[in-house]
């Protein structure tokens, strides 16, 4: 068994990041890769194809949201309140990513049937672009500390808090390799449209469905998770979709280099090892690992599907893969613009205290420390629909302490908070203590201030 905490920021100077949303950001970059080779290979419209990605990803973020937030996951309120939560960017929202897959492909399938695309050999690029992602993605959730495991004693158990548990994500993580390398491989054997994607959609639930079992829920149906109960109904529509659906096989092949899957697949598994390490060693190790597993599985890639990054780099599309990446780079500076101009009028003297507030009641048996700061815009969407609930809930049970991570040093240093918002939670008589470095929703602040009870 290892350790394991939570390290899912890093810094560029004083601009905090996080790793989870970094997974993601190279789902998009090496996705509009596969993208514009399959475009290229097929003699696709290059421009509608971009908008087709553009939906599908907007479908993926809205469903992963709406999923998680009218879900058994989420804190619940009004019908206003839970819309509201999914469409405010700001609002903080966990991601289900069976939600995302649905609404990614039922966005993407609503545009491509509007513009007479072909939707089987859109389909097919997304399930190369969806396997692929899914691997990212779960690397990215073991770095955020979400979808862990129920309580384990083997071998490889991770150590969180004091329990040990299955590391589900690095399981899903490998899964998602395995099943990107098969669609890989498939796509030079592919016998007819679409065949791609019903073989990634039939896997992939397959593959979820048993990494279920091992998950820690609170919420099941005879014996089933949310997430199974829907993944059932997705394999019965994908089978009713394939034997009604018509075979075309005008497919564009592709040669692929021998032995190519011993690059992806090895690749693959030297990152998720380096990430599965990352608090046993030196963080260092994990960005080598990451770094050199990542060349060598995205040489696999190219090798499978048949293209040549050099030339890649040297044509036309890739200068303007390069124009929109500069379009988001100044989207995004104007976002911590907004941020910082709002923090401005939120920053006080008062900060300067340590602690700068206190809510509840002083004498009672759990301390809530929060480490927050008016540059934040998750510390002001956990003060405003968070912490007054919890207050609410446990009324005079508990006491909430707020510091400025920018003035209250002796605290930041004593726990090794990085960035914000940061919770930690302590027994004032046992000393028991629970240390998150990440922004935590209701429910589960209530299961932590009830285990210290």
Not at 2 to 26: A, C, D, H, R, W
Not at 70 to 77: L, T, V
Not at 152 to 167: E, F, K, L, M
Not at 205 to 233: C, D, K, N, P
């Amino acid at each position: 068994m290892i350790p394991y905490e939570i390290t899912n920021t890093f810094f560029v100077g004083n601009q905090k990041f996080f790793l989870y949303s970094l997974m993601y950001v190279l789902v998009l970059l090496f996705g509009a890769v596969i993208l514009y080779v399959e475009v290229k290979r097929q003699k696709l419209n290059g421009k509608q194809t971009f908008w087709s990605y553009f939906w599908v990803f907007f479908g993926i973020l809205f469903g992963a949201r709406l999923f998680y937030t009218f879900g058994p996951w989420s804190d619940g309120g009004t019908f206003i309140e839970l819309i509201t939560a999914v469409i405010n960017p700001y609002h903080y929202s966990g991601l289900v990513m069976i939600g995302g897959l649905i609404f990614g492909f039922l966005f993407g399938f609503g545009y491509v049937v509007w513009r007479k695309l072909g939707v089987g050999i859109y389909a097919d690029m997304g399930a190369l672009i969806a396997s692929m992602g899914l691997f990212f993605g779960r690397i990215g959730c073991f770095f955020a500390g979400c979808c862990f495991g129920e309580g384990s004693n083997v071998a490889w158990a991770v150590v969180r808090d004091g329990v040990a548990i299955h590391p589900t994500q690095i399981y899903s993580s490998i899964g998602n390799l395995f099943i990107f390398s098969y669609i890989v491989w498939k796509r030079g054997h592919q016998k007819f449209r679409g065949e791609l994607f019903i073989h990634f959609v039939l896997l992939y639930s397959i593959m979820r469905f048993s990494v279920e079992f091992l998950r820690a829920y609170t919420w099941h149906w005879m014996g089933l998770s949310a997430t199974q109960l829907v993944l059932l109904v997705v394999v019965c529509v994908t089978l009713m979709v394939y034997k009604n659906m018509s075979k075309n096989r005008d497919i564009t092949t592709i040669h692929q280099q021998k032995n190519w899957w011993y690059y992806l697949i090895g690749g693959g598994l030297l990152m998720d090892f380096g990430v599965y390490m990352v608090s046993a060693w030196h963080h260092g190790l994990t960005v080598v690992f990451f770094v050199v597993g990542g060349c060598i599985f995205l040489y696999g890639m190219s090798k499978g599907l048949d293209f040549s990054w050099v030339r890649l780099a040297k044509s036309n599309g890739t200068k303007q893969l390069l124009k929109i990446i500069g379009i988001v780079a100044v989207l995004f500076v104007l976002v911590q613009l907004i941020t910082y101009g709002v923090g401005v009028s939120f920053d006080t003297e008062e900060l300067k205290q340590c602690p700068h507030s206190v809510e509840g009641n002083t004498s009672a048996n759990i301390r809530v420390r929060v480490i927050d700061s008016p540059y934040c815009n998750l510390c002001w969407e956990q003060s405003i629909n968070v912490h007054p609930k919890l207050l609410e809930e446990f009324g005079d049970q508990l006491f909430i302490e707020k510091y400025d991570i920018r003035h209250c040093g002796e605290v930041i240093d004593e726990y090794g908070f990085l960035g914000t918002p940061g919770y930690v939670f302590t027994n004032v008589e046992t000393s028991d203590e629970s240390i998150y470095y990440s922004a935590v929703n209701f429910n589960d602040m209530k299961e932590i201030v009830e285990g210290l009870e």
